[in-house]
Every structure is written in structure tokens, then in C-alpha cells.
């Protein structure tokens, strides 16, 4: 069993206030926005006053302290021996998403497929686990992302964090259904997904109904015809609601005006 | 020529004649010659068009395919409906003369937005082998979501083309004519 250490440090308990040298690398990442940009800095502790100028910062006279034991020797600045761990197949905490971590903690996350798959190698058979983890925070953001390890608590995790990558927002009509009926082919998957009026409830193949459960889709009706293995019934499902034409769409191509008769009577509100 | 003959129960003998129509062999199959061509004509070249990603298709100057056209204009899915040559449409007037009835076409200007076509589907519902008619409560059903005679329902966005005494109509407009009528196709 191989062991994994964390290798991000927690945000802000070994920063120091001495030297800049010494901050620690941050667990979340901060993306560059045109609002933040002089106020936020990467490194927790750095701050306006704080921010070394580089262009008048000399690398020899103003390290003093460096620099301190003028030997003949060479100065040892770095460590003379190697890092003795060397972490094979590490699982990163990392992942790149606007997302904050309060933010993806508070996602619903679904393991909807977890098998038992096998390499022929020269080596024999080697096998490992495969999970298809399907998130969402259920206002309409949503994702699936795949992963594959020995272990299937591992193979969940790196899903998970594929799938929180892999997020993207779904238009849903009356945030609680599609806008219309779509049919959709993949591979050997065809589906018939359906809206339906408030109160219905989603009524399709289980997965379906996860993944709907994950978006926010509260009603719909639908039916998996062809194939029904669990990988492609979700990666299908995914790839009908991204490829959904809106009604505002098809009236701007048109040039007609769009009313919304029935979320003005019937709209749940 | 076939000479028949069947004798009945009655002893009597009936002759049959048969005469077959020879078998007229189409090389430039642009044009359906012998007879007006049907709506699913007009519904396979306007798809194959939109498909191709072209800017303008021709065919065949009918009625029938003019009010069809009409009304997908109407709705916004042509740019513009024009008559004309084989060659191109016309830059003046042309009237339809018995000489240059054969070259005559209607030349259609397809419409794309976003590297997308304005129409995806144009099929046919009434079918010569099974004709589909309407009432207006039937038209009223599929315009609001249940199906009605194995129809589906239009979903939004959709529209069902149809030939009605008034004219040939959009299902809406039909419906606020208050006429029924032959579901030709329809187009979403």
C-alpha cells in the first residue's frame, strides 16, 4: 500500500511575518480579476508596504545575512543531499476552479459508477478501480469527471476533483426544468428527456435522476432507449443538456419576439 | 398490349385489357417531371441545403411549394423568397410564359446565425399513404403541448405548416382563423 503525504501546507499556519522568503504556498488559488488587482496579492502577509521592490533589490548587497560566512569555500546555500521521500502517484488537494473551498465542500457529490476494471499487461493482469463522480451545487452548476487508481477511495477523489473541474452551468427553463423536449444519441445511447410541469418530479433512469437531482432539474420525464450502461447513460445526459437550444436563442435567430406566457401563470415563484 | 380473359361463375367471358405505360427513363433527376412534386420534396431539398451550409437554393416554381415557402418566411426561417431561372433569380420581372415555364424556379435564401442553420428539421406529417387532418380543438392540443392523432406536440419554437380552405397557414394562425385542416409539415 503506498503512503501519500500532503504536500500543500495549510493556508497561513507557517507563514511568518520575517522575510518574504519563508510564506507558505496557499491551498486555494486566487485568480487575477480586473476588480482585485492591486488589493489581493498570491502570498498571504504581503501587503502594499510590504512588497519588496525586484527592479531595486540588488541578489548580493542586500541579502546581507546570506552572504554572512566569507570562506573560501563555497557558500551552502542549498541543501548538499537529496529529498529522501520520493511520493509516487501523489492525489493532489488542489483543484483549479473559481470555486472557493467553502464553496466546493458544500457541493453535492454522487459516486454513480465504481468498477473494477483490468489492464492486460506483459506483466499480467492489472487491475484497478474506475469511478464516474457526478457534481453539483444544485442551482444549476454541474459536472462529471471520471478517475482511475488501486485504491477506490482514491479513484473517488480524483473524480471528485476531475468533475469539480470539469463543472459548467445548465440553463434549466423556470430553474426546475429543461426548456424542451430533447432527444440525443451517443454512442449507443439514445434519450428522450422531457419537460414537465411543476410538482412532477424527475421519473428517469436513475442516473438521470442524480444528475438532475446535482443540477436542480426538480421535474422531468425521460426515457433511456439503446444502451443503458451507467457510463455513457451519464456522459449522454451531460452532453444533451450542454447542446440545448434556448427558446430565446431560436427567437433571436428568427426575429420574433419571445413572450413566456406560462411562467407568467402557471411559473413556480 | 396483354390480352386478358376470365371466365366468370356465370359462364360469362370478361376481356381485360391492360395497356402499360412505358417506362419513361429519367436522366436529370433535378426536376421531378411527370407529375407536381409533392411536400416532402420541398422538405428534403430545404434540409439538404441548410446542411450543406448554402446560400441560396432552387425549386420548383409551384403554388403548393410558393405558400409553403411564404409561410417559412413568415416565420423567419428564409431570408427571402424570390422567383426566377434555372441560372439565378430573377433581376427584373419575368412573367411565367408557356416558353419559360420549364426553366422557371424559386430561389430561396437560407438563414444562419452563430454558424448555425435557422432550420434543423423539415418533415412531413401528412403523408399521401396516411393523410393527417386536424380540427381545431386537435390543433389547439398540439399547440399546447399534448399530442393529438399520433402527432407529437410542438415544442417551443416549432411549427406545423397546413393547408387549410383559408390557405395554406401556420398552425397558430390557423387556429386563430378558427379553420381545420391537412397537417402538411413541420419545421423546427
Known sequence: MLAFQRLARPLGTTATKTSPAAYACCATRLYATTENKGARFRQAGLTKENVPQLDKVDSILDFTELSKDKTLEQPKLFPAHRPTEAVMNTVTEIVDTPLTTVEQARLLKKTLVLKRVVNMNGKGKQPSMYALVVVGNGKGLAGYGEGKDEEPSRAIFKATNRAIKNIRFFDRYDDRTISMDIEHKFHATKLELRSRPPGFGCRANHHIHEICRCIGIQDLSGKVRGSRKPMNVIKATFEALSNQKMPQDIAKMRGKKLADVQSVYYGSH | ?188
Open chain 2, 1 to 188: 398490349m396483354v390480352f386478358f380473359h376470365r371466365s366468370d361463375k356465370a359462364g360469362k367471358q370478361i376481356l381485360y385489357f391492360f395497356v402499360f405505360s412505358f417506362a419513361i427513363y429519367n436522366f436529370t433527376p433535378l426536376i421531378n417531371t411527370i407529375t407536381m412534386p409533392r411536400v416532402y420534396d420541398l422538405c428534403a431539398r430545404i434540409q439538404n441545403g441548410f446542411r450543406s451550409r448554402l446560400q441560396t437554393i432552387a425549386i420548383p416554381e409551384t403554388k403548393m411549394n410558393l405558400a409553403i415557402c411564404n409561410v417559412l418566411y413568415r416565420e423567419g426561417f428564409l431570408s427571402s423568397v424570390t422567383r426566377g431561372n434555372h441560372v439565378g433569380p430573377d433581376v427584373e420581372y419575368t412573367p411565367t410564359t408557356n416558353e419559360n415555364v420549364a426553366t422557371r424556379r424559386l430561389w430561396l435564401s437560407l438563414k444562419y446565425k452563430d454558424n448555425m442553420p435557422t432550420l434543423n428539421k423539415l418533415s412531413v406529417v401528412s403523408k399521401p399513404s396516411k393523410k393527417v387532418t386536424f380540427s381545431v380543438n386537435e390543433m389547439k392540443s398540439v399547440a399546447s403541448g399534448r399530442r393529438a392523432k399520433f402527432i407529437k406536440p410542438l415544442q417551443p419554437g416549432e411549427i406545423a405548416v397546413m393547408n387549410t380552405n383559408r390557405g395554406v397557414l401556420e398552425l397558430q394562425e390557423a387556429i386563430k382563423k378558427n379553420v381545420g385542416g391537412e397537417v402538411l409539415c413541420r419545421a423546427s
